[in-house]
């Protein structure tokens, strides 16, 4: 993957909140509850102050549709067909339990595909890059450092049979069992936030299916870099999962349908056929 002077910005800005992000997660924070009852702190404001500004330099123009943003009730006037997508703190969760799975997300989404994104997990150091068509690596950030081993990413080209799946740690429901279970999956890898898309792109995992509601910033990063690695994303009835939807008619928020994420299009294909069986057996 080239790093292009749009990659280099969207790794800074990761690395720049990513950092405010472990000082509050080493010093503690309070929390706060947003209208829908999810989870707020100041951290998830800082980090989303530090990327929006960046943003605005690097992209002028672009409009950004950011969660804290949007909390706030403050959207672009127009999205459009090219805009980012930020989540400043994807696993608010895991990050006030003191658990390390949380990360930043940065994702540009084009005519409703994410084409580059950005995922960085700071406790773990581990940076995620890619961009549509020309690939995606996979960055240790050393502590202190901004610089690290830069390793490609890929997919697993042959799921194994049966195939391993990741699912979240927060969020796991019987639908999501019952599909693992007639996908015959018996290894199964828990993890919080957008890493669940990561460890696909590195060849871990074979599946991710997710039944809940999530958001576009929840998924946009972590679906690009999936992509850039050659992996393959669709709703749980196998259509495009898309971006953008608030401009569709009837959809009137972010919110994602559910989707099924893997590393090859035939899995993504299996799984959508078996969800559908059991839609059909009532």
Known sequence: MRMTDEMRALRAL????????????????AVESKADDSPVT??????????????????????????????AGRLPEEVGERFFLVDPLDGTREFISGRGDFTVNIALVEKGVPVMGAVYAPHRGSLYLGRLGEGAVEETVAAGSGDGEVVPLRVRAAPRVPPVAVASRSHRDAETDALLTAMGVNDTVSVGSSLKFCLVARGEADLYPRFGRTMEWDTAAGHAVLLAAGGSVSRLDGKPFLYGKRNQPH??????PGFLAAGTSDLVRAAAAKVAEASAAG
């Not at 990761?14 to 924070?29: I, T």
């Open 14 to 29: 990761c690395l720049e909140a990513g950092a405010v992000l472990l000082d509050y997660f080493h010093g503690g924070v």
């Open 42 to 71: 100041e951290a998830d404001r800082r980090a989303e102050a530090i990327i929006l500004a960046g943003l605005a330099k690097a992209f002028p123009g672009v409009p950004v549709v950011a969660e804290e943003e949007v909390a």
């Open 251 to 256: 959809d009137a928020d972010f919110a994602n």
